[in-house]
């Protein structure tokens, strides 16, 4: 590296990973030897450290011609040459989804790229690059050869059954419409309608059109979806070769992200299969997104950048000119409403496919009503007869319960002890199976203790139940009953207990496929995605908590989650004709639950529109949550409504209040976890753009409220624009 006075050397803007809140925006300035393009990825040297930064023309906060004297800037360390640089589109998306959700650039850049990637020197880099290339040419890509995929006839590829399938007269007209129109698209299809066929088509043809064209196709979580994946790529290298198809999702090793990465970004990669952090991926000739059960609040993300990935997929489309495609079932009530005709101002084309493949049968749909059946049964009868049956003809059931342990509290039954946990404002759970008492908000776990510790009563008993108790209890009730075979009812429970440790999902799951499995007890994470061919019949077992909750997104969430759970009854057509769906509830009434016995999302996406019409909620308004962490509520909440007091008398925010709302701190539901409190306070405006103006101008006043003595107390805060949970 020349000194910095070396002729030829030139200033050179790099972002990188500043701290959070440290206030540093914009790019810094170095010298390198010669001009570098924008995108391009160097080393540093920052303070004693150095890092991962990105050529970052343009927007910097500090013109070194005027904040910083030339001689005291230091030269790159080097410039990662051997990789293409970042497209501008790459960095268009990066400088949006910061704008947008209120962080730094560098932040979010560098939090983008993968995590090895920010520890490799470039002789490292150069290595591994140099490896992938071999790895490569030594698998001979059958890309060569004369690719076929086209809509109306398939490539004859010799894997899986699904690829010789002839489109349903539904598929057909959705796939022609998605060729015919520019988009975006919600694909709006009954479970079983065959959407995962209709993304494959999609994808099959845009990297048909181009031997250079890449896609990106986004699940909300990759372990609970594993045959998605094994279809993508079973369909796909067949064509393309075993390195088109890629995954990217935080379950990979850091190699392994590494390595998806480089193909993506080298365009080697045709197709990505990832999870929201997916939709940053380097991919300079993507021309289509899928975003498949676009609903799922896992696209949000909870830290850091608290972005959504599905919105900024439709952001990137439109940036890069390529195509979007979301897909679900029950649709968030977003899209939804961004989808109503043109005429009224909807944004994307709606695509419905209403019926499913084969029998076109959904589940029958059957509520009990719990306030006539015996006093605090857990299972009632008749839905226990149901399953009787079930056992009898060598089907499958499913019953979820969404609180996983034993029991969600134990009590003692003299005094007024519950399992409280000391450190959040929340009970621990009971585990039965290692005696624990465990919080699942801070991990606190503890032997259950041998008597009451207030009071010393022996007789501590559980409250309520979970999926360790509900499992238990279907074991006795089903203890005398035999399969068709003769052999006892096997019950099996899948839940984030019973799936920690590794691969433990998957060979659970396959037992159920195989028929090892009579019954299925478990959390919504068995409600969701998965392919069962044999399940007959699907119980909800006290869903009627969210029918109660404050969260003005509960009822949209319940009733998403009950039409996906009846998505997995009936999937193959030789049983579809008997499947059913039971709710336990005691609101049997209740519209939520009249809609989804007809299966009719429309009607109940309606009424929930209304209301949140009449109610100004989203997608009638806009909103942003600002969360602060304290040692005390108190200062939690003094500081945001600090933060909001100062608003109002500062000219640039307070000119923008007449539009905008700032409600008072309130502390957030779970007001403290691990000692932390925790406080929120919300501001919304019928403007999106007027609450963007204001949290940008407002994002000064919370630094600076910070430091203002009486906020000693506040450990941090950050700004969640659209929030899913308020
Ligand atoms: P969804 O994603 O809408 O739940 P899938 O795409 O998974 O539906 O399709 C459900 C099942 O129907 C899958 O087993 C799939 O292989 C099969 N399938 C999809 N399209 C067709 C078709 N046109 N003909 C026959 N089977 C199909
Ligand atoms: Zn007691
Ligand atoms: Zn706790």
């Not at 972002?15 to 570098?36: D, I």
């Not at 910083?68 to 497209?87: F, N, V, Y």
């Not at 999870?275 to 000739?285: G, N």
């Not at 941090?716 to 899913?724: G, Q």
Request: net charge positive.
């Amino acid at each position: 590296m020349p000194p910095p006075s070396a002729p030829g050397a030139c200033l050179t803007q790099v972002l990188v990973h500043t701290p959070a809140h440290s206030q540093m925006t914009g790019a810094l300035s170095y010298w390198s030897p010669a001009p570098l393009p924008p995108g391009t990825l160097v080393r540093v040297p920052l303070g004693q450290r150095e890092l991962l930064g990105v050529v970052w023309p343009g927007e910097s906060a500090t013109p070194p011609d005027t904040a910083l004297d030339p001689a005291k800037l230091r030269p790159i360390t080097a410039a990662l040459e051997a990789l293409p640089p970042l497209s501008p589109h790459w960095r268009a998306l990066i400088s949006f989804a910061a704008g947008y959700y209120q962080r730094t650039a560098g932040e979010v850049a560098l939090a983008a790229l993968p995590p090895q990637l920010r520890d490799m020197s470039s002789v490292q880099l150069g290595r591994r690059l140099k490896k992938l290339a071999k790895a490569a040419s030594a698998s001979v890509k059958p890309e060569t050869r004369p690719t076929q995929a086209s809509d109306t006839a398939p490539a004859p590829e010799a894997t899986g059954a699904s690829q010789s399938v002839r489109l349903t007269p539904e598929q057909q007209q959705a796939i022609d419409q998605f060729h015919q129109q520019a988009g975006p698209f919600l694909l709006f299809g009954a479970t079983g309608s065959g959407k995962t066929e209709v993304f494959m088509h999609c994808t099959a043809a845009l990297l048909a059109a181009s031997s250079e064209a890449q896609a990106l196709v986004m699940v909300p979580e990759i372990n609970l979806t594993p045959q998605l994946e094994a279809r993508f790529k079973a369909r796909f290298c067949a064509l393309y070769g075993d390195d088109a198809v890629v995954s990217m999702h935080s379950g990979m090793t850091p190699a392994q992200r590494l390595n998806s990465w480089l193909a993506a970004h080298s365009g080697a990669a045709r197709v990505v299969l990832g999870t929201r952090m997916a939709v940053f991926a380097s991919m300079p000739q993507l021309r289509l997104i899928v975003v498949d059960e676009e609903h799922d609040p896992s696209y949000k993300s909870g830290e850091g950048a608290r972005y959504s990935a599905r919105d900024l997929a439709i952001y990137r489309g439109r940036l890069e000119g390529a195509k979007v495609m979301l897909g679900s079932a029950t649709p968030s009530l977003e899209s939804w409403y961004h989808s109503r005709p043109a005429a009224e101002g909807g944004r994307y084309l709606r695509l419905e496919m209403p019926s499913r493949i084969g029998s076109g049968q959904l589940p029958l749909v059957r509520r009990v009503d719990m306030n006539h059946q015996p006093k605090s049964c857990i299972i009632s009868p008749p839905l226990l007869a149901a399953m009787a049956q079930r056992i009898a003809r060598g089907e499958q059931s499913m019953v979820f319960l969404n609180r996983r342990g034993y029991a969600p509290v134990l009590q003692c039954s003299d005094c007024d002890w519950k399992s409280e946990c000391p450190h959040c404002s929340a009970y621990r759970v009971f585990h039965k199976i290692d005696r624990t008492l465990r919080c699942h908000h801070c991990g606190l776990s503890e032997r259950v203790p041998r008597a009451c510790p207030a009071c010393g009563n022996p007789d501590i008993v559980p409250l309520g139940r979970g999926t360790e108790r509900l499992e238990e209890h279907l074991a006795e009730l089903l203890a005398d009953l035999r399969r068709p075979d003769g052999e006892p009812v096997r019950i099996m429970r899948i839940d984030a207990d019973t799936t920690r440790l590794k691969g433990t999902l998957e060979s659970q799951l396959a037992q159920v496929h195989t028929g090892e499995v009579d019954v299925l007890v478990g959390t919504q994470m068995i409600a969701k995605g998965h392919d069962f061919r044999r399940i007959t019949l699907v119980a909800a077992v006290n869903p009627d908590n969210a029918l109660f909750s404050s969260d003005f997104r509960a009822p949209e969430r319940l009733f998403s989650l009950l039409m996906q759970a009846a998505g997995r009854a009936g999937r193959d057509e030789t049983v579809a004709t008997q499947s059913e769906m039971w709710l336990q509830t005691c609101q049997p009434a209740h519209p939520l639950y009249e809609a989804l016995k007809k299966h009719d999302y429309p009607a109940f996406a309606a009424s929930q529109l209304k209301e949140r019409q009449q109610a100004a909620m989203p997608p009638f308004s806009f909103q942003a949550l600002v969360r602060a962490e304290a040692r005390s509520q108190e200062a939690a909440q003094g500081f945001l409504n600090l933060a909001s007091q100062t608003a109002a008398s500062q000219s640039d925010t307070a000119a923008l209040l007449a539009h905008l709302m700032l409600y008072p701190a309130v502390p957030m539901s779970m007001a403290r976890i691990a000692n932390i409190e925790r406080a929120q306070m919300l501001v919304e405006s019928p403007s999106r753009t007027v609450l963007q103006r204001f949290l940008s101008a407002w994002q000064g006043v919370l630094h600076s409220t910070r430091s203002d003595p009486s906020c000693k107390g506040v450990i941090r805060w950050a700004i969640d624009v659209d929030p899913l949970n308020i």
